[in-house]
């Protein structure tokens, strides 16, 4: 059974930085894919970031391209999320995902969720 533990949410002000961690609990973790999504009341989880299991590949929702930058440590089997420039409509909840195969921007493409860490950014 494939554990996601998410970290690193919190309360910032506009236009400072977090890092949320993902910590896979097994190793095989290492050779999927990861992403980040984030889901704010009321509205769907939607794409964030994602991320190939060797690392090669990156994609970023246009919303946050420029801003924040995913990355992870395969040999720690963790990845993370650094948000930079945050902005009052990135509040939220972020989820990390895993996944097998499929579209890196699809939520049902990803097998495995952790709980969600909430990032609130005020004004």
């Known amino acids: 059974q494939v554990q996601l533990v998410e970290s690193g949410g919190g309360l910032v002000q506009a236009g400072g930085s977090l890092r949320l961690s993902c910590a896979a609990s097994?190793?095989?973790?290492?050779?999927?894919?990861m992403g980040w999504f984030r889901q704010a009341p009321g509205k769907e989880r939607e794409f964030v970031a994602a991320?190939?299991?060797?690392?090669?590949?990156?994609t970023y929702a246009d919303s946050v391209k420029g801003r924040f930058s995913i990355s992870r440590d395969n040999v720690k089997n963790t990845g993370y999320l650094q948000m930079n420039s945050l902005k009052v409509e990135d509040t939220a909840v972020y989820y990390c995902?895993?996944?097998?195969?499929?579209?890196?921007?699809?939520?049902?493409?990803?097998?495995?969720w952790g709980q969600g860490t909430q990032v609130t950014v005020s004004s």
């Open positions: 995902g895993s996944r097998s195969g499929g579209d890196d921007t699809d939520r049902y493409s990803y097998d495995y």
């Open positions: 097994v190793r095989a973790v290492s050779m999927y894919g």
């Open positions: 991320i190939s299991w060797r690392g090669g590949r990156t």
